[in-house]
């Protein structure tokens, strides 16, 4: 059995992630990682209130976006100069991923 969180205002921690992105009006492909974390941080807190028993997938979202705000702000010692990958860019794939299944569902209402 395959077990979804949907409360009241949000289906999930990226339809949480994604309301973000749009409230502030940002870029999904390059995402201001402190900004975003610190204000999925401040609406788990509220949901956690709601019912902690739900917000599991909301926990995990929560610590991968703590963990790619670690990797972009702690320096690389040792590392060669060459472009590493960003560690955002996993999450933001994700993210349009789950904007194009959400457009379509409400293209389809």
Request: glycine letters at 4%.
């Amino acid at each position: 059995m395959d077990f979804r969180v949907e409360l009241d205002v949000f289906r999930g921690p990226l339809d949480l992630l994604l309301f973000l992105v749009r409230r502030h009006e940002l870029d999904i492909r390059d995402l201001p990682i402190s900004l975003i974390a610190e204000q999925y941080l401040a609406y788990l807190e509220v949901l956690q209130q709601l019912d902690v028993n739900e917000v599991g997938d909301f926990l995990e979202l929560a610590s991968t976006l703590v963990e790619i705000k670690s990797q972009c702000v702690l320096p690389r010692g040792g590392e060669e100069a060459e472009a590493l990958d960003d560690p955002r860019d996993q999450l933001v794939e994700r993210l349009l991923e789950y904007k194009k299944y959400k457009d379509g569902r409400q293209h389809a209402r």
